[in-house]
């Protein structure tokens, strides 16, 4: 029944000349690509020469070979394909696919550059996709912070500023008690500051980015205050230790898979549990029906009986949940102690995540492992002395996110009512 | 897709009142529009002593072992770092002169966020604006050293304000031509700004050749503003970003009251359909609105640079972009309250660094200390509040639209 009326609503589907410049966009960009991996990196290795990938650890259960390929001939089949994809994406398209192949295109590409770059050299692909699970991890949640507040319209650039007083509470916490109630506290601070952006923004109806840049300020300057007043005073209340991995049993024994996914901290494991409880709970449960009605026309919600204010608090709170979470990772799950600023415009990468994953929990995932790549592959390349500056991978992320809002790749669409405080009649 | 709750609905379009109005309620008159900032400015320092008590160990002792000393305590305390922070700022003619070298930035930064409030415009994008427009000053204060003194302090000037224009005129053109809002793209092109600016220190461009830190040449003497009171004392800092500032307020001035152009940016701001309507371009108007308001950021950037630093350095912009916010409010983006409001904050880095060096209280108070002012300013309901005060209602602050339309 349902599959029938799926499948009745995709043969009338008309594409708007947006899809259609889209499509064509893509079919031109997987050409390009094409020409250049060809042109730099098949070309720009030497003949002959190969890159071995490391697919497992000296500690691993059981113990996979590397991966050794000759980089001209890989690099080319990697072009070959990115010419088929691209002819298929002009003539035929993709349609609802797109999505799925414009991901196939950036692995591929990503493996390309990563032959070139290793090239006579071995490079560990596990490690590399451990540390951008981990880099992943506090983008993903600042971005779900962000997810759970805009889907009620409620703007929240304050995602810096929850991290940094999160990671500052958990920290002192931590190192006062143990790292539980460190974690615990590091909640309890996002919550707090989501309350004070709340407030701000749904009583008193101030502007939404006012807020948020007061937050960043605030968090920033009494954070690096109290670091300076108390920390350096009284090192011992800097010294939380941290949440160590947990290898799951049997799944962690699992090659390549096993020690990527199944041997990471809490924050990890409920990075994910997060991303898919939000999901379902956003699209298909009816409390996500009424917070994303809240988000897109206010006035509708509440003329059907929704409570716009309580629902916005709601969410924002949450928002506060993930973001203190996500903070604690900065020193309950990564340093073990806090330094100033020490978030570093993540909660901004996170931002963009969110942006980028057009407000979806999956595609702010996505995108955080996307960036997370970015960020870990530049602190390798400079060990792989590949020419590129890392400055240009550390950047990516953002240039990324303004071609999409510019809708130069398929266009971002914010909830409706993003950013407008509603005034009930 | 089919589960999103009104895919096709449009956003509901009230009458849309100005974003310089709601964000500073200028309009409610000449007595809110002064007792609310001076009281935002009184809250935020006992907010601040507040902090500075709850935080000093000591007091904690005296309260656990002679209770009967402890408000005697706490004066002093509060006392000693707040007389700190007024002889740091305004106690000596060197702190006059650190004040005004401090203010001259900030005015100017503020100065480009008033300009997009005007115009309806939230240029959040200071940070990145001032990046680009202080290392092409550098780059023209290193690179022309052929050019005598005035000559190529100037150029380096309007190195600044090409660099900072250009960098703002990029996320208007962005507005104008796709929609993208200015407050995404502004924020996205700070952090390209500042890694860009990472990369060019390391560039031979840039390089000292034989040191292998992000740090840059120094720029010619001729390209350094002139120091304006070393025949007083050598030791005063005060240069000509002061004047160059003052001189942009009263260029802002002009702008926005006396000449077309800048009534067609209150035209935009007060109703962009309006403007449209009355057969003004409006994606013109976004794009010469952001390059004005990145050029008095960039401006500030040169400021800095070839008055303070004399190079490049890694995150010169030192947080003035977000400041500028805080101040383009408390001035009610007016170019003479920004002027005012930016001596304020001038004389509290000022102090700020007294308070550190004196009395040992971190800086970063100074910091907290803004930001307050800046949310008791948006929030002139908390302000009300508190001290009860009876004035017509006024309207939120608020931006009328949000960022996806």
């Known amino acids: 029944m349902t599959t029938a009326l799926t499948d009745a609503r995709a043969a009338i589907t008309v594409r708007t000349p947006a899809e259609i410049r889209r499509a064509r966009i893509l079919g031109i960009l997987y050409l390009v690509l094409a020409g250049f991996v060809y042109l730099v990196f098949t ?75 290793a090239a006579g050299k071995s490079f560990s692909l596990v490690g590399m996709l451990q540390a951008t699970l981990v880099q992943a991890v506090p983008i993903a949640l600042g971005a779900l912070a962000g997810v759970l507040c805009e889907r009620v319209a409620v703007i929240n650039i304050a995602i810096e500023g929850q991290l940094l007083a999160g990671a500052f509470v958990g920290a002192i916490v931590g190192s006062a008690s143990n790292i539980w109630i460190g974690l615990l506290a590091a909640v309890g601070t996002g919550v707090a500051l989501a309350w004070v952006l709340a407030v701000l923004s749904i009583r008193y109806r101030v ?116 973001a203190g979470f996500g903070g604690a990772f900065f020193t309950l799950g990564s340093a073990g102690r806090f330094d100033e600023n020490m978030t570093a415009g993540l909660g901004f990468i996170g931002l963009a995540a969110m942006i980028f994953g057009r407000w979806r929990p999956f595609g702010a995932l996505g995108a955080a492992l996307v960036f997370g790549f970015a960020d870990s592959l530049q602190g390798k390349l400079a060990i792989l002395q590949t020419p590129i500056p890392s400055e240009f991978l550390l950047m990516a992320p953002y240039i990324a996110t303004i071609i999409v809002v510019a809708g130069l790749v398929g266009r971002a669409r914010p909830p409706a009512a993003d950013g407008q405080p509603y005034i009930k009649e | 897709m089919s589960t999103d709750v009104g895919e096709q609905a449009e956003p509901d379009t009230p009458p849309e009142p100005s974003l310089f109005d709601e964000l500073t309620g200028a309009t409610a008159g000449w007595r809110q529009a002064i007792i609310v900032p001076l009281l935002a400015v009184a809250t935020a320092l006992i907010v601040g002593a507040v902090i500075l008590v709850i935080t000093d160990p000591d007091l904690w002792r005296v309260l656990r072992e002679t209770p009967g000393d402890y408000l005697a305590e706490v004066w002093s305390v509060v006392s000693a770092a707040y007389s700190a922070l007024f002889r740091g700022a ?114 031979d461009l840039y390089r000292v050749p034989e040191r292998a830190d992000p740090v840059s040449q120094s720029i010619a003497p001729a390209a350094r503003l002139p120091r304006l009171l070393t025949w007083i004392d050598p030791q005063l800092r005060v240069h000509g970003g002061i004047i160059l500032a003052v001189l942009a307020a009263w260029f802002v001035y002009w702008l926005l009251f006396r000449s077309t152009i800048g009534f067609e940016f209150r035209a935009v701001g007060f109703n962009p359909d309006g403007a449209r309507y009355a057969g003004m371009r409006v994606s013109l108007l976004y794009v010469s609105v952001m390059f004005v308001a990145g050029a008095l950021a960039g401006l500030a950037g040169a400021d800095t640079v070839q008055g303070v630093l004399y190079r490049g350095t890694p995150a010169f912009s030192a947080g003035i972009g977000f400041d500028a916010i805080g101040l383009a409010l408390l001035g009610r983006s007016h170019p003479w309250g920004v002027v005012l409001a930016g001596l304020l904050f001038g004389a509290l880095e000022a102090g700020g660094r007294e308070m550190q060096a004196s009395v040992f209280i971190p800086v970063d108070l100074v910091q907290v200390i803004q930001a307050l002012v800046i949310i008791f300013i948006a929030a002139p309901a908390l302000i009300r509040g508190l001290y009860r005060l009876r004035v017509a209602e006024e309207g939120p602050a608020q931006l009328t639209t949000g960022w996806g339309s």
């Open chain 1, 207 to 322: 502007d939404q980015i006012i807020s948020g840049v007061f937050i960043n300020i605030f968090a920033l300057g009494l954070t690096s205050y109290l670091t300076s007043r108390i920390l350096v005073e009284i090192p011992d209340l800097n010294n939380s230790g941290r949440f160590l991995p947990w290898e799951i049993p049997v799944l962690g024994d699992i090659p390549v898979i096993g020690p990527v996914l199944f041997n990471n901290s809490i924050f990890v494991y409920g990075m994910f549990v997060a991303v898919i409880v939000l999901n379902f709970a956003l699209f298909r449960t009816r409390w996500g029906l009424r917070a994303r009605a809240v988000g897109e026309k206010p006035k509708a919600a509440d003329t059907v009986g929704i409570n716009v204010y309580r629902t916005r608090y709601v969410n924002v709170l949450l928002g506060g949940v993930v």
């Open chain 2, 90 to 203: 305004f106690g000596s003619p060197r702190a006059w002169s650190e004040t005004l070298v401090s203010a001259s930035p900030v005015i100017l930064a503020g100065l480009s966020v008033a300009v997009g409030f005007r115009a309806g415009l939230f240029n959040i994008g200071g940070e990145g604006q001032i990046v680009v427009g202080g290392m092409l000053a550098v780059l023209v204060g290193i690179k022309l050293t052929a050019l005598p003194f005035p000559l190529l302090m100037l150029a380096a000037l309007l190195g600044g304000i090409i660099g900072g224009g250009i960098w703002g005129g990029l996320a208007g053109w962005l507005k104008a031509r796709t929609g993208a809002h200015e407050v995404i793209t502004t924020i996205m092109l700070n952090f390209v700004a500042f890694f860009g600016s990472l990369w060019l220190l390391k560039t």
């Open chain 1, 43 to 117: 070309l720009g290795a030497d003949p002959g020469t190969s890159a071995s990938f490391g697919l497992s650890r000296p500690t691993d259960a059981i113990a996979v070979p590397d991966a050794t390929v000759p980089v001209r001939g890989f690099t080319v089949l990697i072009a070959v394909v990115f010419v088929f994809l691209g002819a298929m994406q002009l003539t035929r398209g993709f349609d609802k696919k797109a999505n799925v192949v414009l991901g196939i295109v950036f692995g591929l590409f990503v493996l390309a550059f990563l032959a070139w770059a």
